[in-house]
């Protein structure tokens, strides 16, 4: 399997995902009238990061993949403030995705990735490696923990919602 086809299509349709389960996480917290600013500053434990930590670093394993597989400088993103400006940053991330070289990408399958830490330990990988046993699990990691954060404080949320996209293409019985 190409690597631009590991993760550019199944980055994007889950950060689309995590669109719509930001928009259900500030419906609910309308509907019951308190400040969604409330869901952005939750977390499922104290030593774990915040709901728009959690969206900044999905959209940051998201552009670093194509960042490190095309040979491109790492980006800094900035944590959102507000149901705004996350979705923006999704929509940001989006349009890197989108204009995302796929020839270069699939190019990378076996050149070197290393991916180093803060804490300066670093992974020898190939593209490949790299796209398979770091950055999908990270990506994935984050998004599914943004989805616990809402979960826990409340939003009526499903599967329908994480994978929105199966769901458009289920067949009715």
């Not at 995590?18 to 419906?27: D, S």
């Not at 609910?28 to 400040?35: K, P, R």
Request: glycine letters at 4%; charged letters at 15%.
């Amino acid at each position: 399997m190409s690597v631009y086809a590991i993760i550019i299509p199944c980055f994007a349709q889950m950060l689309r995902s995590l669109n719509t389960l930001l928009n259900k996480g500030e419906e609910h917290a309308q509907a019951l009238g308190f400040d969604v600013q409330n869901l952005l500053e939750a977390r499922l434990a104290p030593d774990m990061h915040t709901l728009a930590r959690q969206v900044e670093f999905s959209c940051t394993q998201a552009r670093e993949a194509v960042c490190r597989l095309s040979g491109q400088a790492l980006p800094r993103l900035a944590t959102p403030t507000d149901m705004a400006a996350a979705r923006a940053l999704i929509a940001q991330t989006l349009a890197v995705l989108a204009a995302a070289d796929r020839a270069v990408i699939d190019a990378s399958a076996q050149q070197p990735v290393p991916v180093t830490l803060a804490d300066g330990l670093t992974f020898d990988m190939t593209g490949h490696e790299y796209a398979v046993n770091w950055a999908t699990p990270q990506f994935y990691f984050h998004l599914v923990t943004a989805y616990n954060i809402l979960r826990h404080n409340g939003v009526p949320l499903g599967k329908a919602e994480y994978v929105q996209h199966m769901f458009a293409y289920a067949r009715q019985a």
